[in-house]
């Protein structure tokens, strides 16, 4: 049985501009579940007219949204085609590395074209052949208001059939919470006057994305958190954070594994376990291991994908298992994991 406690995550955007005067609330909520059978994370965004209930795969690292418009029963009656030659189109592109933008000579019938931008399915790594940039409606929950729906104008790719492979089942696409100009936090903080703050709570079944302002729901829980800061690492769109080193039950492992100066750890929302690089994870098991046999816990039978496994029996609450600390900036700010 594994044990897990909620994740909280909240991060800042300092990146671009400055923000609109729109009349709007300040902070916005997007309920989240957990897929069991994919183990990804799954949100419902409406967009379009009518508005249409639409089920996307949270990627807290993905450069942008992009959705099957296709699935729609009726087509939106607000979708509008955004010019090759525009602002938004170069925007959106911004997150490859290409200047195809500047530097091709411009067309009079080209700059009107379909601007076309190629999403990602970034759990398959499968990169689409096509994919046009449209701008639609799109309605988001007002973290202040229950059950009310704040529209916006909203940026997104219209992909084809075969990217849904390998999504939850149901899900219609993918919603990037990266730090690019293109992204679901950096549109809202764009159209709206509010806090450039992402904030994520998971669990293993449910969570929170709240965008702004969270001081309605912040709680003891909150107000106790330990920060530690984002490392950019240029031109990805990702978030990371350095890991100086690892304990586990207070035994640091060698640094011969781990290399001098911390290792550079991205925080992903598809990738289902926790991953490491081999020379890590070889040190972590055989210290893991030999911690367990000490407080003479009992190696079993691996089940896929894992390989260490220990017996619970003879425990009502959960074993008591080796704990395991990333140690961050310092010793005084650590992620314990039970």
């Keep these: 049985m594994a044990y897990s406690i909620p994740l909280i995550i909240t991060f800042f955007f300092f990146l671009f501009g400055t923000l609109s005067h729109a009349q709007a609330p300040a902070s916005f909520l997007i309920p989240v579940t957990k897929d069991a059978s994919t183990l990804q994370y799954i949100t419902t965004l409406s967009y379009g007219t009518p508005l249409v209930p639409t089920p996307l795969v949270l990627d807290l690292g993905g450069p942008f949204l992009w959705l099957h418009c296709a699935s729609r029963n009726t087509p939106s009656s607000s979708s509008l085609t955004t010019p090759h030659r525009s602002l938004q189109c170069f925007t959106a592109k911004t997150h490859k590395s290409t200047n195809s933008f500047l530097s091709s000579p411009v067309d009079e019938v080209d700059q009107y074209q379909p601007c076309q931008v190629f999403p990602e399915n970034s759990i398959t790594g499968t990169i689409a052949a096509e994919g046009e ?66 904030t994520l709570c998971l669990s293993s079944s449910k969570g929170v994305v709240l965008l702004g302002n969270v001081a309605t729901y912040e709680s003891e829980v909150l107000k ?28 640091r492992l060698s640094n011969e594994h781990e290399g001098g100066g911390g290792v550079l750890t991205l925080l992903s929302t ?69």
């Design 270 to 338: 598809i990738v289902p376990y926790t991953t490491m690089q081999s020379s890590i994870y070889n040190s972590f098991k055989t210290s893991f291991e030999d911690a367990a046999v000490a407080m003479n816990i009992t190696r079993v039978a691996s089940v896929a994908p894992f390989e260490l496994c220990f017996s619970s029996r003879g425990s009502q609450v959960g074993p008591s298992m080796p704990v395991i600390e990333l140690v961050l900036q310092s010793e005084m700010v650590k992620w314990t994991i039970h």
């Design 224 to 251: 106790s958190l330990t920060f530690t800061p984002l490392v950019t690492s240029f031109p990805t769109q990702e978030y990371f954070i350095n890991v100086n080193s690892v304990k586990i039950n207070g035994k």
């Design 133 to 198: 940039l449209v701008e639609d409606l799109m309605a988001l929950q007002s973290a202040k208001e229950k059950g009310q729906l704040v529209e916006h104008q909203s940026r997104f790719t219209c992909s084809p059939t075969t990217l849904l492979h390998g999504l939850a089942k149901g899900a219609r696409g993918m919603v990037g919470l990266g730090r690019s100009r293109s992204s679901l936090p950096s549109q809202v903080f764009d159209n709206f006057s509010t806090h450039r703050k992402l």
